[in-house]
């Protein structure tokens, strides 16, 4: 964080000026810190002088009768609003004097902005997954993890109605190793944490990287913020109502230069009718075999076949609630977007 904190940048842009308006802004370490010169008028108003959703943390009558408001609060508060890029932390908010509650809108309105270079090797904090688990080998951590709805961080419920859309993020992280191509090989949704042969399975993702679900329901995979992983827009399903549902996966990190029909990611376009590759639909003829079995006509040696590096994941317990108010036609579905996911990058 302190080298955050060396590269901040700030950008104060007036959003709307008033005579003997003076404000300034300071990005600390951890902190913001903004201080208003307000006109004499403004004094007796002063409680209704917010940064974000925060009043003053100190206020003070000038000689001149200008009154002197201070905010000083930490990054994390006052609703202030925090965006990742691929090279900056920028956390936004609003310096405003509202005569009167929301919403109404503020006679006064600065956009406050703060802009720190993001350290090299940063990740997000949710990268330690709350409801997911790894087991593997290679030196690699993977995580996979339930997003909530807007996909600006972790779920806060596993209860999803039937029909709704469950994101699901996985990654892996990189490190020291060549750029990483992150799979999912196969998914599987049961009623147990551990498979088992009598488990009762309801089949997400199979024949190496095709998302069956997606072509039964309205699954589909967002497109990639970064090659070392991969965002599962899954549509709810029929499978085990009311119960404790698990999510296995098997996740394999493979190279991004190198695709055939047994390492790919492959959903199904219901408005073309057929399977597209993910990272490259002009290679979407190695997602013919999504209909049959991609299985290589000649079977290489089991010494000389590269298999990536592969570990087992399994996300859960959630549970699908019947609610037919939720479900949503194939020609009605939104699928986000890639720029609303930047935060992610």
């Given at each position: 964080m302190s080298l955050i904190w060396q590269c901040a940048i700030?950008?104060?842009?007036?959003?709307?000026?008033?005579?003997?308006?003076?404000?300034?802004?300071?990005?600390?370490?951890?902190s913001i810190k903004v201080t208003w010169k307000v006109s004499p008028e403004l004094v007796e108003h002063a409680a209704r002088l917010f940064?974000?959703?925060?009043?003053?943390?100190?206020?003070?009558?000038?000689?001149t009768g200008e009154g002197m408001a201070t905010f000083h609060y930490?990054?994390?508060?006052?609703?202030?609003?925090?965006?990742?890029?691929?090279?900056?932390?920028?956390?936004?908010?609003?310096?405003?004097?509202?005569?009167?509650?929301?919403?109404?809108?503020?006679?006064?309105?600065?956009?406050?902005?703060?802009?720190?270079?993001?350290?090299?090797?940063?990740?997000?904090?949710?990268?330690?997954?709350?409801?997911?688990?790894?087991?593997?080998?290679?030196?690699?951590?993977?995580?996979?993890?339930?997003?909530?709805?807007?996909?600006?961080?972790?779920?806060k419920s596993s209860l999803f109605p039937l029909g709704s859309f469950?994101?699901?993020?996985?990654?892996?992280?990189?490190?020291?190793?060549?750029p990483l191509l992150l799979l999912l090989e196969e998914c599987v949704a049961a009623t147990t944490p551990e498979l088992?042969?009598?488990?009762?399975?309801?089949?997400?993702?199979?024949?190496?990287?095709?998302?069956?679900?997606?072509?039964?329901?309205?699954?589909?995979?967002?497109?990639?913020?970064?090659?070392?992983?991969?965002?599962?827009?899954?549509?709810s399903f029929k499978f085990a109502l009311g119960e404790e549902v698990y999510i296995h996966c098997k996740l394999v990190a493979w190279d991004p230069e190198v695709f055939d029909i047994e390492k790919k990611a492959c959903h199904y376009i219901k408005e073309t009718g057929e399977w597209e590759l993910l990272d490259d639909p002009s290679q979407s003829d190695l997602c013919k075999c999504?209909?049959?079995?991609?299985?290589?006509?000649l079977k290489r040696g089991v010494d000389s076949e590269p298999q990536g590096l592969v570990q087992n994941s399994v996300l859960g317990p959630?549970?699908?609630?019947?609610?037919s108010e939720t479900w949503i036609p194939s020609e009605f579905?939104?699928?986000?977007?890639?720029?609303?996911?930047?935060?992610?990058?």
């Amino acid at each position: 964080m302190s080298l955050i904190w060396q590269c901040a940048i700030l950008l104060a842009v007036v959003a709307a000026s008033v005579a003997n308006e003076d404000f300034n802004v300071d990005c600390e370490k951890h902190s913001i810190k903004v201080t208003w010169k307000v006109s004499p008028e403004l004094v007796e108003h002063a409680a209704r002088l917010f940064l974000g959703h925060c009043v003053p943390s100190t206020f003070s009558v000038l000689p001149t009768g200008e009154g002197m408001a201070t905010f000083h609060y930490n990054l994390n508060g006052c609703a202030i609003k925090k965006r990742v890029t691929c090279k900056k932390h920028i956390y936004s908010t609003s310096l405003t004097y509202r005569p009167n509650r929301k919403p109404k809108p503020a006679a006064i309105s600065h956009h406050i902005k703060c802009v720190y270079i993001r350290p090299e090797g940063w990740i997000p904090p949710f990268l330690i997954p709350a409801y997911g688990s790894a087991e593997g080998h290679g030196g690699l951590v993977f995580h996979m993890a339930l997003l909530n709805e807007d996909l600006t961080g972790l779920a806060k419920s596993s209860l999803f109605p039937l029909g709704s859309f469950i994101p699901i993020w996985a990654a892996v992280d990189q490190k020291d190793h060549q750029p990483l191509l992150l799979l999912l090989e196969e998914c599987v949704a049961a009623t147990t944490p551990e498979l088992q042969s009598a488990s009762l399975v309801y089949p997400i993702i199979t024949n190496k990287g095709c998302l069956a679900d997606g072509k039964t329901g309205n699954s589909r995979f967002l497109p990639r913020y970064h090659s070392s992983a991969i965002l599962l827009y899954l549509q709810s399903f029929k499978f085990a109502l009311g119960e404790e549902v698990y999510i296995h996966c098997k996740l394999v990190a493979w190279d991004p230069e190198v695709f055939d029909i047994e390492k790919k990611a492959c959903h199904y376009i219901k408005e073309t009718g057929e399977w597209e590759l993910l990272d490259d639909p002009s290679q979407s003829d190695l997602c013919k075999c999504c209909d049959s079995s991609c299985k290589p006509r000649l079977k290489r040696g089991v010494d000389s076949e590269p298999q990536g590096l592969v570990q087992n994941s399994v996300l859960g317990p959630l549970t699908i609630v019947e609610n037919s108010e939720t479900w949503i036609p194939s020609e009605f579905v939104k699928y986000p977007t890639v720029e609303q996911v930047d935060w992610l990058v």
